[in-house]
């Protein structure tokens, strides 16, 4: 059943995917000021929002694990949070190619940027933590509460443009900036169209993720009673 | 009530404990010292870059000092497994980890008022003008390291790797409290008070300190318990 969701799942992404490609390269207009590397932007601030929800969810689930105990929930915290860092590493990398061309540097050590990274690291050493302890139960809640301390670090991301005035451009989502159109309302719904896309993307990783996860845990489980029959 | 009576027992068992072996104290400021003496060889700082810097350089050598001390918190309970017999005691997780929490502190706090000192004479600074703001600022991180970093060495105590997983997990959560008390102490390290527009990373340094803490005495009963 699983299967056939991820396929379908794929067969809208794909599609949505390449016909973003197509628009964003060719119909849509440059931008005045910063002219074609713009473009990029339709990448890295979808990738952030995938990111951030996955961390969302690797916070909700992580909270699930510690409530209900079962394992299910750890598995999709674990598969949300290695595909939040996949696009946390696209929304860096994007920002890093944006800041080479538009500031002449490829990082500055302006507060959302940097906090974006230490959310990178911060997350980066939960997998860490896991792949430290052999017990699943163990793992399973440290790596919860782990989570939920990361979270809180992600929060502080979310916010941190509101609390400092930086070089990084300020908000232009008119739901950011309480209506006021900051960007052309034509280039607003193509981010949207694409945030929708990467977020497809981001769903199908982690189903497929999940699946790994599912069936290396059916593995040692064998093991484990392969073990415990000798 | 009963908690912080528990977590004052604990406190001051494992400040005892410590004041008899000295085997952090010791260890940290020597550290601490030899920490001081390689940035003076790897910079040869100028009063001026004193200035702009030695907030930084202090926290530098703190958080670095801070990891030994907070990596003891738990482990020193790992021999003859005093750490399963203290969490089966009546004292809950929220009162140990605040106990192991304010030892840290006080001994962290303790390295660092012996630290300034020596900051001051091998940087020629005057750092003891605005020293009620300075100590305030001080005290505010280390609160933000003793409680993360216990909390976090109380998930690790059990790894292998434990000596290397604890920074690692540490630094990244520690720097939105590090980054205002380094710059918060470069203005203070001044004699200055603290100017309107940096009122923000005070905020941020204090409620680092309230959302961190609250989180840790939530979740300490869920990490102890086995």
Redesign the interface.
Known sequence: MRRKIILALGAVALPLLLRNLYVIMFLVPDEMEQGPIYRIFYYHLPAFFTAALCYLTAMVTSILYLVKKDQKYDAIAVSATETGLAFAAVNLITGMIWGRISWGIWWAWDPRLTWALICWLVYFGYLMLRSAIDDPTERAKNSAVLSIFASASVAVTWKAIEWWRTQHPGPVLSIRTGGVQKIDPAMEQMLYVNTVALLLLGLIFVLVRLRQEEVQREIDALRRYAHAMN | MTMLRHAAAIASKDLRSEFRTKESINSTLSFSVVILLLFAFAFDPSPDMIVEFGGGLLWIVFVFAGALIVNRAFARELPNDCIDVLVSSPASGASLFLGKATAAFVLLFGIECICLPVFGILYNVTWWRNLSGLLGILALGTWAMAC?GV??SA??V????REV?LP??VY??L??AILPAMMLTNTLLTGQPIPSDFM?WLR?LIGFNV??TT?SVY?AE??LV?
């Not at chain 2, 059990?158 to 790797?161: E, M, S, T, Y």
């Open positions: 993360v909390f976090i998930l690790t059990n790894l292998r790797l997983m690692m997990l990244p959560v720097i939105p923000v941020l959302m961190f989180l979740l869920t990490v086995r």
